[in-house]
């Protein structure tokens, strides 16, 4: 968590009851430390506010975010003061605002829940961190659209801060989240396929460029624009095997692409409705489809033949309960992100297409990150 002067303790809907609690107990236990922090550490720290976007309710984000002064609290024994970098806008960033998201902020909130930061002070007992590193969030929910925040030690992991800054930024979810689906659900080797539908989402570029890096071929779903040639070539530049129109999907030219490709062993769903029911139906026998997002807000639906005669697994990925079942045994983590900064080194991994923009700019920034047919992520440059 972030430890400023709203400490944000998360909540949902969809846990079970006694990991609610024990996360309430968390949080709470949290906030008493950032109490016991905020008296006992004050004498001798000078108070220090920040610039955040802040809403106070759920609804339409260019409605109810503002740019707030908020005070930080002092700096504890524990805790690092950092300075914001980047932070992307992310789908789940928009639906936590809209109040659709499964886990949800107390109000008021900061908004963002990654981007990298630079330490700039540290407390008296941190000894993982030092002035000048790079960090991320470990965890979701965290209000990452701010210029300064105090941390507790352990709520940031280390980055090498020679890798590009966009693609720190955007590291710990859509990167973590792809690496996972192509590690953890189907053995895949070279020569292997996957085929995905939003391909030209942050998740789906970091699928290509990570499939790409281990010999996998890519099919790639998008959906068909004015564009779409331009797309594509971006697509197969950075390691696209092949990208084809969503309704090229249902057509009998798609055996052809077949003929020269295998069928694919795993499917990442991040759409759903009849984007996701296609997926299936390519799938190889006892193949896996994954669904780790919903875009068309559609549910999903799994022909009988593909159960029956393809006895194909449907799967579900949610990379914050990842690192929540990893939260004790840091070194997954640390191996997740080494390998990943080590493809970003030798060129395997680039940052998703985005558009830069100023914090102050957040309307025109949250207003851009909704609408369609754009590919490109919105970063906020503090
Ligand atoms: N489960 C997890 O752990 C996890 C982790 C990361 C992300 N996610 C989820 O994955 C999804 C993608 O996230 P991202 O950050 O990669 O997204 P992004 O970079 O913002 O891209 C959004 C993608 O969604 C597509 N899209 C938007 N509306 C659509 C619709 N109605 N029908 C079909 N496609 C639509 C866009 O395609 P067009 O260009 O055609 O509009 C684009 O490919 C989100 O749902 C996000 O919440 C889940």
Not at 52 to 68: M, N
Request: charged share 20%; proline share 5%.
């Amino acid at each position: 968590m972030w430890l400023p002067l709203h400490t944000v303790c998360l909540r949902s809907p969809t846990v079970s009851g006694r990991s609610f609690v024990a996360a309430l107990l968390k949080c709470t236990r949290r906030r008493a430390n950032a109490n016991v922090s905020l008296f006992s550490t004050s004498a001798g720290h000078r108070a220090q506010t920040c610039t955040a976007l802040r809403y106070r309710k759920h609804g339409d984000p260019s409605q109810v975010v503002q740019l707030e002064n908020v005070d930080l609290l002092p700096l504890g024994a524990n805790n690092v003061l950092v300075k914001m970098l980047a932070a992307p806008i992310n789908p789940s960033d928009i639906n936590m605002i809209q109040g659709t998201y499964a886990i949800l902020p107390d109000l008021p909130a900061v908004g963002g829940n990654e981007g990298v930061a630079q330490v700039v002070e540290v407390g008296s007992q941190v000894k993982s961190l030092k002035t000048g590193d790079w960090v991320i969030p470990k965890d979701a929910g965290l209000g990452t659209w701010r210029t300064e925040a105090v941390l507790a030690e352990n709520d940031v992991i280390s980055l090498p801060n020679d890798i590009p800054l966009l693609s720190a930024a955007t590291l710990g979810v859509n990167p973590c989240t792809a690496l996972r689906m192509l590690s953890d659900f189907e053995d895949l080797k070279p020569g292997d396929s996957v085929i995905q539908n939003a391909a030209n989402s942050g998740v789906g570029q970091a699928v290509i460029q990570i499939a790409a890096a281990r010999g996998i071929n890519s099919i790639n779903v998008v959906r068909d624009r004015p564009e779409f040639t331009q797309l594509s070539d971006r697509l197969k530049a950075i390691g696209a095997t092949h990208v084809i129109k969503e309704e090229a999907l249902r057509r009998p030219e798609i055996k052809e692409l077949f003929k020269i490709c295998p069928k694919p062993k795993l499917a990442l769903n991040g759409v759903g409705g009849k984007s996701a029911t296609e997926l299936l139906r390519h799938l190889q026998l006892g193949g896996s489809m994954v669904t780790y997002g919903g875009m068309a807000k559609q549910p999903v639906t799994v022909p009988v033949s593909a159960l029956i005669f393809k006895d194909v697994k449907v799967r579900g990925f949610w990379v914050t309960q990842w690192k929540k079942d990893h939260s004790k045994d840091e070194r997954a983590f640390r191996v997740m992100l080494d390998e990943l900064c080590n493809l970003i080194k030798q060129g395997k991994l680039t940052a998703p297409a985005c558009t830069e923009v100023g914090l102050q700019d957040y309307s025109k920034a949250l207003d851009a990150a909704m609408q369609p047919f754009t590919s490109a992520k919105q970063i906020l440059i503090m």
